[in-house]
Structure formats: structure tokens, C-alpha cells
Nanobody, 124 residues
Framework: QVQLVESGGGLVQAGGSLRLSCAAS????????MAWFRQAPGKEREFVAA????????YYADSVKGRFTISRDNAKNTVYLRMNILNPEDTADYYC?????????????????WGQGTQVTVSS
């Protein structure tokens, strides 16, 4: 069982930056692949970024590649999402997800554990 708590969301102007954090409970955090998804009002949840259990592999949606960076600190049981050059299209609720062995990193149905989300609003 893993519990996830996101933080770091807020209101930022276009072109600005935010860093989201996801703190996980449990002693086996380092065994889990982690991911960030987002959901804008009226839209489906979409993949943002994922990272393997070791941190050795990372994956990004085309829409955020080059602007967002996912990382993890297994000693702190935390995964991060650094978001740069934000634009209004990035406005959404951002969710952290975890799974021991997702079949496909970009598929939200492959993740067993989810946080409650943190809201990001980018003003133009």
C-alpha cells in the first residue's frame, strides 16, 4: 500500500516555473515507478511524465518535453516535477501516481495508487 500526497501547485504567470512534489508513504517507495498526470476541466486525464523505480529512465508527453523535468529522491520517498516556461494550456489538476510495474508508462489505468492532486493555474 502506498499513499501519495502532492504539493507545490498554485497560480503562476505564463513563462513562470513551479516545482511539484509528491511525498509517498511506505518503505518500498524505491520499488515503484512513478508518474505525473494532469486533468483540465472538461478533459480526460492525460500523461505528463514518468520515471522508473531507479530513476534511470524518464518519459515525457510531447507537450511538455524540454520544459518539464521529472526526478525522484528515494531517500526522501519523494518524486518531483519541475515545470518551466509554463503556459495557460498547462492549467490543470496534477496527480501523482505509483505502480510496481506499469505495462505502459503513459496509461493511467496501469497505476494502482493515486494522490489527491494539486491545482496549477497559469495566467496569461
Amino acid at each position: 500500500q502506498v499513499q501519495l500526497v502532492e504539493s507545490g501547485g498554485g497560480l503562476v504567470q505564463a513563462g513562470g516555473s513551479l516545482r511539484l512534489s509528491c511525498a509517498a508513504s511506505g518503505r518500498t517507495f524505491s520499488s515503484y515507478a512513478m508518474a505525473w498526470f494532469r486533468q483540465a476541466p472538461g478533459k480526460e486525464r492525460e500523461f505528463v511524465a514518468a520515471i522508473s523505480w531507479s530513476g534511470g529512465s524518464t518519459y515525457y508527453a510531447d507537450s511538455v518535453k524540454g520544459r518539464f523535468t521529472i526526478s525522484r529522491d528515494n531517500a526522501k520517498n519523494t518524486v518531483y516535477l519541475r515545470m518551466n516556461i509554463l503556459n495557460p494550456e498547462d492549467t490543470a489538476d496534477y496527480y501523482c501516481a505509483a505502480d510496481l510495474n506499469p505495462d505502459y508508462y503513459r496509461n493511467p489505468y496501469d497505476y494502482a495508487y493515486w494522490g489527491q492532486g494539486t491545482q496549477v493555474t497559469v495566467s496569461s
